[in-house]
T-cell receptor
Framework: AQTVTQSQPEMSVQEAETVTLSCTYD???????LFWYKQPPSRQMILVIR??????QNATENRFSVNFQKAAKSFSLKISDSQLGDAAMYFC???FGGGGADGLTFGKGTHLIIQP | GAVVSQHPSWVICKSGTSVKIECRSL??????MFWYRQFPKQSLMLMAT?????????EQGVEKDKFLINHASLTLSTLTVTSAHPEDSSFYIC?????????FGPGTRLTVL
């Protein structure tokens, strides 16, 4: 079974600074997808960024980028120029990409606090 | 992307009663939807996969007779919590898979008294 581990229950960063959230996962598959989701107090899940395992290039979305290390099974999220609106729970998630529809396996989450 | 709605957004019921939660895909035909449960200050846990026109598949430890899932059309899946008990109080979230990602509904908060 796949597992996703987020070892930082809470992180705090000053506004405008950069923060990195860690995620490791365990799988025996070679084809899969990894995601970072943001869950603000409204509890609506919002996709932040997605990485296909077969792509060596790290995904980026504006201020958000990932460091994907497939051999190490590591998938960290870097948030640059942190903004107050970035404060939320962040979940790392895994999706087996071998065809068919699969549910996501989530990590326990990291609570990100932005200090003004 | 797909737009997903859930109804109701919040429901309170008495212990022993049944509650139905609807998940609708508003602009995308979904052959597969997923149901997750999130307890306070915890992560999302996959409960079951809802398949249009066939039986749902449940994750290990989830009682299929307690959490009834019906996916009668490409736009609607329902989750019925039967004989609800206080320990079923949780946040229930559905999602639709499309374009190699999942689109989540806004969630339903269930409180069982």
């Amino acid at each position: 079974a796949q597992t996703v581990t987020q070892s930082q229950p809470e992180m705090s960063v000053q506004e405008a600074e950069t923060v990195t959230l860690s995620c490791t996962y365990d799988t025996s598959e070679s084809d899969y997808y990894l995601f970072w989701y943001k869950q603000p107090p409204s509890r609506q899940m919002i996709l932040v960024i997605r990485q296909e395992a077969y792509k060596q290039q790290n995904a980026t979305e504006n201020r958000f980028s990932v460091n994907f290390q497939k051999a190490a099974k590591s998938f960290s999220l870097k948030i640059s120029d942190s903004q107050l609106g970035d404060a939320a729970m962040y979940f790392c998630a895994y999706d087996f990409g071998g065809g068919g529809a699969d549910g996501l396996t989530f990590g326990k989450g990291t609570h990100l606090i932005i200090q003004p | 992307g797909a737009v997903v709605s859930q109804h109701p957004s919040w429901v309170i019921c008495k212990s022993g009663t049944s509650v139905k939660i609807e998940c609708r895909s508003l602009d995308f035909q979904a052959t597969t939807m997923f149901w997750y449960r999130q307890f306070p200050k915890q992560s999302l846990m996959l409960m079951a996969t809802s398949n249009e026109g066939s039986k749902a598949t449940y994750e290990q430890g989830v009682e299929k007779d307690k959490f009834l899932i019906n996916h009668a059309s490409l736009t609607l899946s329902t989750l019925t919590v039967t004989s609800a008990h206080p320990e079923d109080s949780s946040f229930y979230i559905c999602s639709v898979e499309g374009f190699n990602e999942q689109f989540f509904g806004p969630g339903t908060r269930l409180t069982v008294l």
